[in-house]
């Protein structure tokens, strides 16, 4: 069972350029998450989609854009890389719809993206 | 808005010693709560989580955690620490919608 998998695993990216970070899970949830993991700051949370066909900004979406591919994949994608999104990129996702309370995510190891 | 408060961000233990991570919250209903551990290179597990019900919660790895509602606190705890303990811990408050927030997370180092 992979659960949640990201790819790739590390990127190194110059300013200005752009690309898209990979998510799926296996696991038939409905709600899928991205995160960034900055030291001293926790997890943030840049873009969230309840459930298939919608998605929704988080604390921190400015330079990103997401698509919900279907159920299993949600993808994050940067247009224009800036150094200031050099992070540790994390997707979650949770069993979580409508009604049900906040429930446990379960997240992939993370994408460590470097922009020079 | 809901926030999550951990106020140590480091936390030296002796292997064997027990542990208390702090966690407090502020949220104004009943809260969801949540206790992740980070490895190295690694993504975020859950230890445990409390929803409603007995406030003291079991997780894995031999951890627990109170929900003491006069307090707003959800502090985790382990009688005897392991060296294999040593990680980053996250609490997170359900928010609402289907997401969470987390607090900024406390580092544990654990000395022979």
């Known amino acids: 069972n992979a659960g949640v998998t990201q790819t790739p695993k590390f990127q190194v990216l110059k300013t200005g350029q752009s690309m898209t970070l990979q998510c799926a899970q296996d696991?038939?949830?409905?709600?899928m998450y991205w995160y960034r993991q900055d030291p001293g700051m926790g997890l943030r949370l840049i873009y969230y989609?309840?459930?298939?066909?919608?998605?929704d900004k988080g604390e921190v979406p400015n330079g990103y854009n997401v698509s919900r591919l279907n159920k299993r994949e949600f993808s994050l994608r940067l247009e224009s890389a800036a150094p200031s999104q050099t992070s540790v990129y994390f997707c979650?996702?949770?069993?979580?719809?409508?009604?049900?309370?906040?429930?446990?995510?379960?997240f992939g190891d993370g994408t460590r993206l470097s922009i020079l | 808005a809901q926030s999550v408060t951990q106020p140590d961000i480091h936390i030296t233990v002796s292997e064997g010693a027990s542990l208390e991570l702090r966690c407090n919250y502020s949220?104004?209903?009943?809260?969801?709560l949540f206790w992740y551990v980070q490895s190295p290179g690694q993504g975020l597990q859950l230890l445990l989580k409390?929803?409603?019900?007995?406030?003291l919660v079991q997780g894995i790895k031999g951890f627990e955690a109170e929900f003491k509602r006069s307090q707003s606190s959800f502090n985790l705890r382990k009688p005897s620490v392991h060296w294999s303990d040593a990680a980053e811990y996250f609490c997170?408050?359900?928010?609402?919608?289907?997401?969470?927030?987390f607090g900024t997370g406390t580092r544990l180092l654990v000395s022979p």
């Open positions: 989609s309840a459930s298939e066909g919608t998605t």
């Open positions: 696991m038939n949830h409905n709600s």
């Open positions: 949220y104004g209903a009943t809260p969801y």
């Open positions: 997170a408050v359900g928010a609402g919608f289907q997401k969470l927030v």
């Open positions: 409390y929803f409603s019900g007995d406030t």
């Open positions: 979650a996702s949770s069993d979580a719809y409508s009604g049900t309370g906040d429930q446990p995510q379960h």
